[in-house]
């Protein structure tokens, strides 16, 4: 119960009162308490949708949407500059502190410490009830949030780092920290970190054990994968060899994710998984051969497929559909000289991709078209603003439940 009213006054009148040298009254805990505050989030600004409704929101913005994630596939440095402090700036307030002068026993709130009564005119202390912190609940208890979230990968991960911070603080949990500074690794593959190359895994073992320890793992991982095997003959490849080199790519992501987890009970992994590229532009600087716009979306679906069937079967791992997300949520134009989209679709033209448990539609948008130039401005990495709409629908998802300790959807 909280010292209110008259009441205040008149607690703060005894401690006043009390000038014979002794430790008067402890109401600066009582106040102290009664002024804590809740952790409050701040939202960021990226000119992205927010998890709300992402395509009304979107498709206001849709014009700007030309920020650029980071230059070059493999080089997203330029996202860590500035990196090691949380989006929102601000820790949270510890509704458990006591002031310096508040540690005084509160059992004898009713006498001065001379021992001498106080003539106030009003009821006797101990008539207002026990102090705040004596076996009362809190007027409102907050979500019980993670201590700590980790983001490691590929350069998706580099991209995601900072709006999946100012996501976080527009949904509320801006005071949760979020570590990416030695996990998240432009151009690497799932054999990498599999196999410990660069000491990937270590570095992750030890952003993921730092205190607090993390109980949210955002990971992107696979396409850089899958990439190396087009560019090495994969579409000519008879299909009992394309799966091989398929299951290949799936068996590394497995050792990865179970040594993540290993040892891990209070850990969760949140698998992020693609959208659609934009494979004409993409091959004007890489070497993917064999394929066009709709073929290389096939194959790109049925990696995405594997890895979601995979981490069906893994505790504590959990999977993102966002295949046509950004289809759906901006829409697209005509870009000359390449031939797709042929005509400008408007945002909720295409289907949303469809979530846990069912994943229906999976996948969503259109895998004959590509993915949104104006979002994806090098063919591979969205936009800051692209980010943001990823991140947004795989919070929304069930990510923000895993955020507040409640099971992801279907479990």
Same mark, same amino acid.
């Given at each position: 119960?909280?010292?209110?009213?008259?009441?205040?006054?008149?607690?703060? /009148?005894?401690?006043?009162?009390?000038?014979?040298?002794?430790?008067?009254?402890?109401?600066?805990?009582?106040?102290?308490?009664?002024?804590?505050?809740?952790?409050?989030?701040?939202?960021?600004?990226?000119?992205?949708?927010?998890?709300?409704?992402? *395509?009304?929101?979107?498709?206001?913005?849709?014009?700007?949407?030309?920020?650029?994630?980071?230059?070059?596939?493999?080089?997203?440095?330029?996202?860590?500059?500035?990196?090691?402090?949380?989006?929102?700036?601000?820790?949270?307030?510890?509704?458990?502190?006591?002031?310096?002068?508040?540690?005084? *026993?509160?059992?004898?709130?009713?006498?001065?410490? =001379?021992?001498?009564?106080?003539?106030?005119?009003?009821?006797?202390?101990?008539?207002?009830?026990?102090?705040?912190?004596?076996?009362?609940?809190?007027?409102?208890?907050?979500?019980?949030?993670?201590?700590?979230?980790?983001? *490691?990968? =590929?350069?998706?991960?580099?991209?995601?780092?900072?709006?999946?911070?100012?996501?976080?603080?527009?949904?509320?949990?801006?005071?949760?920290?979020?570590?990416?500074?030695?996990?998240?690794?432009?151009?690497?593959?799932?054999?990498?970190?599999?196999?410990?190359?660069?000491?990937?895994?270590?570095?992750?073992?030890?952003?993921?054990?730092?205190?607090?320890? /993390?109980?949210?793992?955002?990971?992107?991982?696979?396409?850089?994968?899958?990439?190396?095997?087009?560019?090495?003959?994969?579409?000519?490849?008879?299909?009992?060899?394309?799966?091989?080199?398929?299951?290949?790519?799936?068996?590394?992501?497995?050792?990865?994710?179970?040594?993540?987890?290993?040892?891990?009970? $209070?850990?969760?992994?949140?698998?992020?998984?693609?959208?659609?590229?934009?494979?004409?532009?993409?091959?004007?600087?890489?070497?993917?051969? $064999?394929?066009?716009?709709?073929?290389?979306?096939?194959?790109?679906?049925?990696?995405?497929?594997?890895?979601? *069937?995979?981490?069906?079967?893994?505790?504590?791992?959990?999977?993102?559909?966002?295949?046509?997300?950004?289809?759906?949520?901006?829409?697209?134009?005509?870009?000359?000289?390449?031939?797709?989209?042929?005509?400008?679709?408007?945002?909720?033209?295409?289907?949303?991709?469809?979530?846990?448990? /069912?994943?229906?539609?999976?996948?969503?948008?259109?895998?004959?078209?590509?993915?949104?130039?104006?979002?994806?401005?090098?063919?591979?990495?969205?936009?800051?603003?692209?980010?943001?709409?990823?991140?947004?629908?795989?919070?929304?998802?069930?990510?923000?439940?895993?955020?507040? $300790?409640?099971?992801?959807?279907?479990?």
């Amino acid at each position: 119960m909280r010292v209110r009213g008259w009441s205040a006054v008149l607690a703060l /009148a005894v401690f006043a009162c009390d000038g014979t040298g002794g430790e008067g009254l402890p109401v600066g805990r009582e106040l102290a308490l009664d002024a804590a505050s809740s952790l409050d989030g701040q939202a960021g600004d990226v000119g992205a949708p927010g998890p709300g409704d992402p *395509a009304d929101a979107a498709a206001a913005d849709a014009p700007a949407g030309l920020e650029d994630a980071g230059g070059p596939p493999d080089d997203g440095g330029a996202l860590l500059e500035d990196a090691g402090t949380p989006s929102d700036g601000t820790s949270s307030a510890d509704s458990d502190a006591q002031p310096e002068d508040g540690g005084a *026993a509160a059992e004898d709130a009713g006498t001065p410490a =001379d021992g001498a009564a106080v003539d106030s005119g009003a009821p006797p202390i101990d008539a207002i009830g026990p102090p705040a912190d004596a076996n009362s609940p809190p007027d409102s208890a907050g979500p019980d949030l993670v201590d700590r979230v980790v983001i *490691a990968g =590929d350069s998706w991960s580099v991209g995601l780092a900072l709006p999946t911070q100012d996501a976080l603080a527009a949904l509320g949990y801006g005071a949760i920290p979020v570590s990416f500074e030695t996990t998240v690794v432009g151009g690497s593959t799932a054999e990498d970190w599999a196999s410990n190359d660069g000491n990937k895994l270590l570095l992750l073992a030890a952003a993921l054990d730092a205190q607090p320890p /993390a109980e949210l793992l955002i990971l992107t991982i696979g396409g850089n994968d899958l990439n190396s095997a087009i560019g090495k003959g994969l579409g000519l490849l008879p299909a009992f060899l394309k799966d091989a080199a398929l299951d290949g790519i799936l068996a590394n992501i497995e050792s990865l994710l179970n040594t993540i987890t290993t040892g891990r009970p $209070h850990l969760e992994v949140l698998v992020v998984g693609y959208d659609f590229l934009h494979y004409d532009l993409l091959k004007t600087y890489n070497d993917l051969p $064999h394929y066009d716009t709709e073929s290389y979306n096939d194959v790109l679906i049925e990696l995405e497929s594997r890895k979601r *069937a995979l981490i069906a079967g893994l505790p504590g791992v959990h999977y993102a559909h966002n295949f046509g997300i950004l289809q759906h949520t901006v829409g697209d134009v005509p870009h000359p000289p390449f031939l797709l989209p042929p005509i400008a679709y408007a945002p909720g033209t295409v289907p949303k991709p469809g979530g846990p448990p /069912a994943y229906s539609p999976f996948p969503g948008g259109l895998k004959q078209l590509p993915g949104p130039l104006d979002y994806l401005p090098d063919g591979i990495h969205p936009s800051l603003a692209g980010f943001r709409i990823i991140i947004d629908h795989s919070l929304a998802q069930g990510g923000a439940n895993l955020i507040e $300790h409640l099971p992801w959807p279907g479990e």
